[in-house]
């Protein structure tokens, strides 16, 4: 296709990392890069803490559910949506900043996100790898006291990145007809095409290089949509000045 493309379908999350430093022009030059994705209203409502002190990357680890390599990645980040540097900026101008709206709560969330995607394609890009880590959403409140995150700022997740010390093969996706409609949304879902990806599913988690699983996309995705998750993140979100109205 083109490199772009092939770096994309290339993707698959990095959790084990050589010693390998990552300089600082590289992050830098990441970053950079990063910050040109688009952003709503030109908000930029983020704001990424790396995490360099050893005890702090120890506590991270355990409360994410004792994963590893949120201690031992060359580069640990946590990024956050952040509408507190917007109030700093509405009080230069003598403006009271609106708060607690749930449309500032989608904008800010999709805006990192934007951003951390971008992060991980262009270190991918430069060779290196990473996985975001969903689970500093474990005690996020631990995570703003040990980082210092004020309200109108939340961790919304972190990233492991380095330079990878495996090559697993990537997950295959559902097939671009299942996501992908004209005009409508689907009417029902084609149980056939879902049918086909369980067996492509299937035979990714028996034949990829460790745990191995004999496994399903429809049974995973029923067994995790089943439960209660993070069940706290309403309360959270509320303290900190996020999703009130
Ligand atoms: C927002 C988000 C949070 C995630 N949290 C974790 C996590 O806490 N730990 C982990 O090992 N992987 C995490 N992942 C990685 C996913 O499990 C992974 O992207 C998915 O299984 C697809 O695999 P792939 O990235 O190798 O294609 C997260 C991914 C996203 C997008």
Same mark, same amino acid.
């Given at each position: 296709? =083109?490199?772009?493309? #092939?770096?994309?379908?290339?993707?698959?999350? /990095?959790?084990?990392?050589?010693?390998?430093?990552?300089?600082?022009? /590289?992050?830098?030059?990441?970053?950079? $890069?990063?910050?040109?994705?688009?952003?709503?209203?030109?908000?930029?409502?983020?704001?990424? /803490?790396?995490? %360099? =002190?050893?005890?702090?990357?120890?506590?991270?680890?355990?409360?994410? *559910?004792?994963?590893?390599?949120?201690?031992?990645?060359? &580069?640990?980040?946590?990024?956050?949506?952040?509408?507190?540097?917007?109030?700093? &900026?509405?009080?230069?101008?003598?403006?009271?900043?609106?708060?607690?709206? $749930?449309?500032?709560?989608?904008? $800010?969330?999709?805006? &990192?996100?934007?951003?951390?995607?971008? !992060?991980?394609?262009?270190?991918?890009?430069? +060779?290196? *790898? +990473?996985?975001?880590?969903? +689970? /500093? %959403?474990?005690?996020?409140?631990?995570?703003?006291?040990?980082?210092?995150?004020?309200?109108?700022?939340?961790? !919304?997740? *972190?990233?492991?990145? +380095?330079?990878?010390?495996?090559?697993?093969?990537?997950?295959?996706?559902?097939?671009?007809?299942? &996501?992908?409609?004209?005009?409508?949304?689907?009417? %029902?879902?084609?149980?056939? !095409?879902?049918?086909?990806?369980?067996?492509?599913? #299937?035979?990714?988690?028996? =034949?990829? =290089? #460790? #745990?191995?699983?004999?496994?399903?996309?429809? %049974?995973?995705?029923?067994?995790?949509?089943?439960?209660?998750?993070?069940?706290?993140?309403?309360?959270?979100?509320?303290?900190?000045?996020?999703?009130?109205?």
């Amino acid at each position: 296709m =083109n490199p772009t493309i #092939n770096l994309m379908k290339a993707h698959r999350s /990095i959790r084990k990392f050589t010693d390998r430093k990552v300089d600082e022009q /590289i992050l830098e030059t990441i970053f950079a $890069a990063a910050q040109c994705a688009a952003t709503s209203h030109f908000v930029q409502a983020y704001t990424v /803490i790396r995490v %360099r =002190n050893v005890a702090t990357r120890q506590t991270l680890a355990a409360l994410t *559910g004792a994963q590893a390599w949120v201690a031992r990645a060359p &580069v640990f980040m946590v990024f956050c949506a952040d509408l507190n540097r917007l109030e700093a &900026v509405c009080c230069l101008h003598a403006t009271v900043m609106e708060k607690g709206w $749930a449309e500032q709560f989608v904008t $800010a969330t999709v805006d &990192v996100a934007l951003l951390a995607q971008n !992060v991980l394609i262009a270190a991918e890009s430069l +060779g290196m *790898g +990473g996985v975001y880590i969903g +689970g /500093i %959403r474990n005690d996020p409140q631990t995570v703003c006291d040990l980082l210092e995150i004020p309200d109108q700022v939340y961790p !919304v997740f *972190g990233m492991c990145l +380095g330079w990878p010390a495996h090559d697993p093969p990537p997950k295959p996706r559902l097939p671009v007809d299942a &996501v992908l409609y004209t005009d409508r949304y689907p009417q %029902r879902f084609d149980t056939d !095409v879902l049918a086909a990806y369980d067996r492509t599913t #299937n035979h990714y988690f028996m =034949n990829r =290089n #460790n #745990n191995l699983k004999d496994e399903t996309w429809t %049974r995973q995705m029923a067994e995790f949509m089943g439960r209660v998750i993070r069940p706290h993140m309403k309360a959270f979100l509320q303290k900190k000045g996020f999703f009130i109205k």
